[in-house]
């Protein structure tokens, strides 16, 4: 039977159907609706027959059928802030790739603010397309200092920020990020480390901005006044401008690889060699970071495991099983060639 051909049981106008694969595949119907869905407890013959006869008849799953027939929509609600950020890119995709896996689709929505009434709107646009579940991908907790929690009743898990109430919550310690950008440029022989920290109500920035202090702090060293960005290459170039033309400024940590690759050029443009001159350290690991120049010493952040932790979260209690195990979401310190010892007075 070649794809799209007619099918047994129907005219030359009828598509193939879930029943048609299963005949072919010598399974019944709920089992190729595991397969498709991504389902864990299918042995791999079995999804390489249920695979080989969707090929074979051409089935393609439509998903209002599919939601008319089971009650249910397999999709999962995703707010994020409207950010042209690198992380809040990445974590979108990582999450829509993550719920395919289980067999699930995402609806997005963004916030233009992180005040509660504009998340709450997004929420319920959500509902309104019949999420199942949530995952609140903000930089900070929305509910956290309201007087009422979310109107939601939804499995909701955050990421990036403090849980709410109700909800599971998952992030990667953003202190230990600071710390180890920091840690790295105190252990090369620097004095100090400048700041170029990102904005005050991001709880990511927030928790930075902690953990380069208190590795300070610990380490008997001052502490510079940070200068604040907004996560774009163009405000790290601004701070740039300014910590450049301090020839005691020898080390600067940056909030965001954005902001560190305006930082350079910033220095640069004043004749500062990186990293003769000026050490520089970013975070996220994006991928420009490996070809910039210098390449750029940066802290990885595991957004795969964080999405996928997320994903798994949500659909556990949406099918109500055990919640999986957290992975390790230890932060990472890639070492390239933006960060040295400082200069020596000749």
Request: hydrophobic share 40%; proline share 7%; aromatic share 4%.
């Amino acid at each position: 039977m070649r794809p799209g051909s007619q099918v047994q049981d129907g005219g030359p106008n009828r598509s193939p159907s879930m029943a048609d694969v299963a005949r072919l595949a010598g399974v019944s119907t709920q089992t190729v609706s595991r397969v498709l869905r991504g389902h864990q407890y299918v042995t791999a013959a079995t999804r390489e027959k249920v695979l080989k006869a969707v090929g074979t008849t051409g089935y393609r799953m439509n998903s209002a059928a599919r939601a008319l027939s089971s009650g249910r929509t397999y999709t999962i609600g995703v707010v994020t802030m409207a950010t042209s950020s690198y992380a809040g890119a990445v974590t979108q995709l990582r999450i829509e790739q993550a719920a395919q896996l289980h067999g699930y689709q995402i609806l997005g929505a963004q916030a233009a603010t992180l005040e509660r009434t504009r998340v709450a709107a997004a929420v319920a646009r959500l509902e309104g397309r019949g999420i199942e579940g949530l995952i609140l991908a903000l930089p900070v907790d929305p509910w956290q200092s309201a007087s009422e929690p979310p109107a939601t009743t939804l499995p909701t898990v955050t990421i990036g920020g403090p849980s709410g109430k109700g909800s599971t919550g998952l992030a990667v310690d953003q202190e230990r990020v600071a710390q180890l950008a920091t840690d790295h440029l105190l252990d090369l022989g620097h004095q100090s480390v400048h700041l170029v920290a990102g904005p005050q109500d991001w709880a990511d920035s927030a928790q930075r901005s902690l953990g380069w202090q208190h590795s300070l702090l610990r380490s008997g060293r001052n502490i510079p006044t940070p200068i604040r960005g907004d996560w774009s290459p163009e405000s790290g170039y601004q701070a740039g401008l300014v910590l450049g033309r301090a020839p005691s400024v020898t080390a600067i940590f940056a909030a965001s690889d954005d902001m560190a690759f305006g930082v350079i050029r910033a220095l640069h443009e004043l004749g500062r060699r990186v990293p003769h001159d000026a050490s520089v350290v970013g975070v996220d690991d994006i991928a420009l970071a490996a070809y910039c120049n210098p390449a750029l010493t940066t802290v990885a952040q595991p957004f795969t495991a964080l999405t996928a932790a997320a994903v798994d979260h949500v659909v556990a209690q949406i099918e109500e099983v055990d919640l999986p195990d957290t992975p390790d979401l230890t932060p990472e310190l890639v070492l390239r060639a933006s960060t040295a010892p400082p200069p020596h007075d000749d």
